[in-house]
């Protein structure tokens, strides 16, 4: 396509092949920096090289223009000398405008966590391809220009499609020169409609991923539930599930391997839901509505629903630790407090609208049994509080007492009681321990034994106490107008006793902090692009007229954003950080050639009215 393309505007098979040889040079190049700095190739790496090439090939083009005018005026000339005086004429500003772009993608770099790490290659890789085009087009395009360009040129006016374009172009430029402060009004009236889409566009982190299939978690109000009791649970809402006509396979698990990285209760399932192809869905039928559907049939007294993605909630756990979109963290000091804090902003979120489903974590309801040695009846028969704890680590705890080989498989061989001798309070009173003199002692005679209710997990954070909300917006919930609504509400019914803090936690963190850094940062790049137009033109007038059009460039975008209904993310960002650094390159390249254009009239005193102008 863009050798087609390069061939039709240039209308010479050596001159779209100068253009054709200087691409791969820079996509060389920019690999060959990629493999230096250890920057992977993988698909965003790749897409940034992709999205270049279209900048990676205006230098050439406009220089290869350049020099077929000099050969149009000067047929028979030196094609060195033409390649010369063409470079020298366009090459700066092609350089500074190639140089614009690379710059434009500074604030990219200054992303961090999960948003840095995805789009750091694409800017590393992009900025690597233009800045190797920069380069190019100042040395090696010229020589490839003298080498292959030669004979005769056609006129730019015997190109149809030039004449077609030039055709449909003269008339709106005679109108816009006609009327300069007419169209100026209306320019500026035009971009201020962007306040209209920028007050009504929603804002996210990320834009969601279809992945095809969704994982629901849901949560037990009771954090002390029984195994028979959550297999119960997780029947229950496979069979709900699976009643769905877009659903394919329902497989679901109750409570994780007890690990340091991994721990999760029986209290917590994960139920992956693989949803068949959407042409097979009824009619009407999208992701949005088939998640809020579920939501409603999954209506369990005692389970608060989460709902999710296998991809993303896996990812949303590793950078953040909640298994939801959004979350709170309570920070204090005692337990008791923190439940009651967290019962309190469960019951102010679940009103809010936007809001699916909101859990507070239970700080306490775990259920322990204590059993508590009593040392002189124990010495009576000769038994040390030693003894007895062995008898609750082994019959009761279970303990490893070796490993079953069985040719690669380990297997551990585990020593304990059945679960019908410790399933209650009275069949452990009666265990035995072995006393020296041979007798059988029951432990009711040595030790009090007694169930008490603590926490169920303590989670911590800075050395502080904490309780988490789980929130889980309904889908296609403005995150950003959500949380404020949710904070009016929090501080109007909530009251927080000294020394508690709440802090949100989740997507909103992290598009905060995105939003931070590039409030800092694009200032900062706008204000380098500014030197390094001036540096070009040598004129504050020309870099001013440059980056009043910046904000011009963007109407369109932010229409078609809001149209589409798509929200304002890190994503979106980037394609405008982009937007604006082609929009740069556009007006160097229209003011060089205006520029030119107005020294050619002053050499030939033909600039003496505003007509002429």
Known sequence: AVALISLLFLLRARSALVALVALPLGILAAILIMWAMGVPANIMSLGGIAIAIGVMMDAPVVMIENMHKHLEHNPGGDPWAAAMAAAEEVGPALFFSLIIIAVSFLPVFALGGEEGKLFAPLAFTKTFSVAAAAILSITVVPILMAWFIRGRIRPENKNPLNRVLAFLYRPLIHVVLRAPWIILILALLLTATLFYPWNRLGSEFMPPLNEGTLLYMPVTQDPAVSIGEAAMILQQTDRILKTFPEVKTVFGEAGRAQTATDQSPLSMFDTVVNLKNPDQWPAGMTMQKLQSKMNKAMSIPGLSSIWTQPLKGRVDMLTTGLQTPLGIKIGGTDLDTLNR????????????????????????????????????????FGLSVADVNRLVETAIGGKVLTTAVQGLERFPVDL?????????????????????????????????????????????????????????????????????????????????????????????????????????????????????????FKNWVEVTIILLTLPLSLVGGFWLIYWLNYKLSVAVAVGFIALAGVAAEFGVVMLLYLDQALLRRQARDALRTWHDL
């Open 341 to 380: 804090l967290g019962q309190e902003l469960q019951t102010v979120l679940r009103k809010v609208p936007g809001t699916q489903s909101a859990y507070a974590a239970r700080v306490t309801g775990g259920r322990y049994i204590v059993i508590h040695t009593d040392r002189a009846k124990a010495a009576r």
């Open 416 to 536: 304990r009681y059945p679960r019908e001798l410790r399933q209650s309070l009275s069949t452990l009173m009666e265990s035995r321990i072995a006393a020296p003199d041979g007798a059988q002692i029951p432990l009711a005679q040595v030790a009090d034994l007694r169930i008490e209710g603590g926490p169920a997990m303590l989670t911590s954070d800075n050395s502080r106490l904490n309780s988490w909300i789980y929130i889980d917006p309904k889908p296609g919930t403005n995150i950003g107008a959500y949380v404020p609504r949710a904070k009016a509400a929090i501080a109007k019914a909530v009251h927080l006793p000294g020394g508690y803090t709440v802090s949100w936690v989740g997507q909103y963190q992290v598009m905060e902090q995105a939003a931070k850094r590039l409030e800092l940062v694009i200032p900062a790049v706008i204000l380098l692009i500014a030197l390094l137009l001036y540096f070009n």
